[in-house]
């Protein structure tokens, strides 16, 4: 899946005139604190340990140092990232001078390094991976009685049914949050439903089959039942969630199907999914986003890399003449589709004829956006077993500037084109530019920059002119 920053990201709480400061909770009141890194898989995983921690009686803060609890819900993608949560728990260890308090990390990065976590940071109380948080209360009450807990098996059943998320305004908190935790919540906007866990695609270079587990769906019933909840709560968008989510299936349902049956929910104006795999994207899948008008228009599409060389060392399964051929088809059906892409360069005895490869599908292909990396040896993958990491790390980092400095000319293009157009957009939260302007989208996922105002209120659909653009921004007028 295409990866934030790998910075923290702190989910907003409650709305600031719901919510409650920390010290006017109940003293006997225990609160938690949580810091999430990676995707947008990781974000909705703590929106339901956040919910399980409400249903225990915890209140959330934004302030570790008030906290109890302090769970740092982490990635695996990247080594850079292990290493900043490694950073990150040192410093928050200082909280455990208090009594009770309890440090744990959770999430891919405790299942990719399981007891070496606790072997390099023995101040960590609870290691536990994306298939135990159903256990999680019980392993945070061992740890408060001194034992120190590591839960990192996988379950191929576990698609955490019936467990509710914390929705927007239901746990303590307030405070900012990153541009990126903000899409990711909504605020009250936006919700997560995970529809799938874990992988069986095994591409050589990625890790996540072996933190994540098998592919196993979540039951059209339970997504439904999570959509509806969304509704009455006030989310206009849902955002369908897989490793590759459009391998979705469960019984006789596809993810065809699944799009269609979330479209019927009423108060549910936006349907989003991430990320889809270029295999599984059949054509019933492409029907079913052209013939649903709920259905945003915009596919995150992975290619990682043009060569097809490279592409079958990746295991990846497909040419490039085939990834080709599918945005071909995605743009047929629907004009104006927005297509954005993973890009990973340096890959095992990549050439810079192979490289070179990559710069002539952007400019053939002309992605909206780009999520772009150098190859990180993970360990565990068949990359890190067979495939020696023979591209030196100066040309990795050349390679991507070069990848980086083309994309941002095509996006800067792409961007341009749609002055003078209109769009419907979502209005998401206040802009971080000023308090008198408000984030939205377009159904594209163009981030629009509209005045606030009587109906420009976050969960209004409303209709702008878009008058101006930058690399990465709209600026829109209401019609």
């Not at 923290?8 to 609160?31: H, I, Q, W, Y």
């Not at 906290?67 to 292990?82: F, G, H, P, Q, S």
């Not at 959509?227 to 299936?249: C, D, F, I, P």
Request: charged letters at 25%.
């Amino acid at each position: 899946m295409p990866m934030s920053d790998l910075v923290p990201l702190r989910l907003r709480g409650a709305a600031p005139a719901a919510a409650a400061p920390d010290e006017a909770v109940t003293p006997a009141r225990r609160l938690a604190y949580v810091e999430t890194y990676g995707c947008q898989m990781n974000v909705a995983d703590t929106e339901m340990v956040l919910g399980l921690l409400q249903g225990a009686g915890y209140a959330r803060t934004e302030d570790p140092a008030h906290a109890d609890l302090i769970l740092l819900n982490t990635c695996a993608v990247r080594e850079k990232a292990e290493e900043k949560v490694y950073a990150r728990a040192s410093m928050l260890a200082v909280h455990k001078a208090r009594p009770g308090v309890v440090l744990g990390i959770t999430g891919c990065m405790a299942e990719h390094l399981k007891g070496a976590i606790r072997q390099q940071a023995p101040y960590v109380d609870v290691v536990v991976g994306p298939d135990g948080y159903r256990r999680l209360l019980d392993h945070v009450e061992s740890a408060r009685g001194g034992q120190a807990i590591e839960d990192t098996q996988l379950d191929r059943f576990e698609t955490y049914e019936g467990l509710d998320p914390a929705r927007a305004g239901t746990v303590t908190g307030g405070g900012a949050a990153s541009d990126a935790a903000k899409g990711g919540t909504g605020g009250g906007v936006t919700g997560h439903i995970t529809i799938q866990r874990g992988c069986d695609k095994f591409c050589t270079f990625c890790v996540v089959p072996y933190t994540r587990g098998r592919e196993r769906g979540t039951s059209p019933r339970e997504v439904l039942r999570q959509a509806r909840a969304m509704a009455e709560a006030g989310y206009k968008e849902v955002q369908l969630l897989g490793q590759t989510v459009n391998s979705y299936r469960h019984e006789d349902v596809g993810f065809a199907e699944l799009l269609r049956a979330v479209a019927t929910v009423d108060g549910i104006e936006r349907i989003r999914f991430m990320s889809p795999y270029p295999l599984d994207f059949s054509p019933q899948v492409i029907a079913a986003i052209a013939d649903t008008p709920k259905v945003c228009r915009h596919v995150h599409l992975p290619l990682q890399t043009a060569s097809d060389a490279v592409l079958d060392r990746m295991r990846r399964g497909y040419s490039y003449a085939d990834f080709r051929r599918l945005v071909d088809a995605l743009r047929a059906a629907m004009p104006g589709i927005a297509i954005t892409t993973d890009l990973l360069v340096g890959f095992c005895d990549e050439t810079e004829e192979e490289f070179q490869a990559v710069l002539r599908a952007q400019e053939e292909l002309r992605f909206d956006g780009a999520f772009m990396f150098v190859y990180s040896e993970r360990p565990g993958t068949v990359a890190a077993r067979k495939m020696p990491d023979t591209v030196p790390d100066a040309v990795k980092q050349r390679r991507l500037a070069e990848v980086i400095a083309l994309q941002k000319r095509i996006s800067s293009e792409i961007m341009a084109a749609q002055v003078g157009k209109r769009e419907r957009v979502l209005v998401e939260h206040v802009s971080k530019r000023s308090p008198a302007e408000m984030l939205a989208r377009t159904g594209g996922y163009r981030a629009v920059v509209v005045p606030a105002g009587a109906a420009v209120v976050p969960g209004a659909l409303i209709d702008v002119t878009i008058t101006r653009a930058t690399p990465a921004t709209l600026f829109g007028a209401p019609v």
